[in-house]
Nanobody, 123 residues
Framework: QVQLVESGGGLVQAGGSLRLSCAAS????????MGWFRQAPGKEREFVAA????????LYADSLKGRFTISRDNAKNTVYLQMNSLKPEDTAVYYC????????????????WGQGTQVTVSS
């Protein structure tokens, strides 16, 4: 089991940027594919992006491609989500998650989750 802690959330104006970090402990992150998900109030948790263990393969939600970028630094045991051109509809709690094998879009395939970090985008 790997412990995950997200950070970097906050309040930003529309059009701004944020970089979220997900730091792992307990096990080396290089053993896992990683994903970012988000959940807005009253909505289901939705897929944002995912990355393979070595960063060689990435997946994005179609609606977010081009604005969000997922990356990882296995030496630092950290995964990142760079978010640009933020919109009010990006407001949500953002979660990182870990799974074995290949990255995936389904949240049900991820076994380890962080507690989330709040991102609020004002108009």
């Amino acid at each position: 089991q790997v412990q995950l802690v997200e950070s970097g959330g906050g309040l930003v104006q529309a059009g701004g940027s944020l970089r979220l970090s997900c730091a792992a402990s307990g096990r080396t992150l290089s053993s896992y594919a990683m994903g970012w998900f988000r959940q807005a109030p009253g909505k289901e948790r939705e897929f944002v992006a995912a990355i393979s263990w070595n960063g060689g393969s990435t997946l994005y939600a179609d609606s977010l491609k081009g604005r969000f970028t997922i990356s990882r630094d296995n030496a630092k045991n950290t995964v990142y989500l760079q978010m640009n051109s933020l919109k009010p509809e990006d407001t949500a709690v953002y979660y990182c998650a870990a799974k074995s094998a290949t990255p995936a879009r389904s949240r049900y395939l991820y076994g380890d989750w962080g507690q989330g970090t709040q991102v609020t985008v004002s108009s």
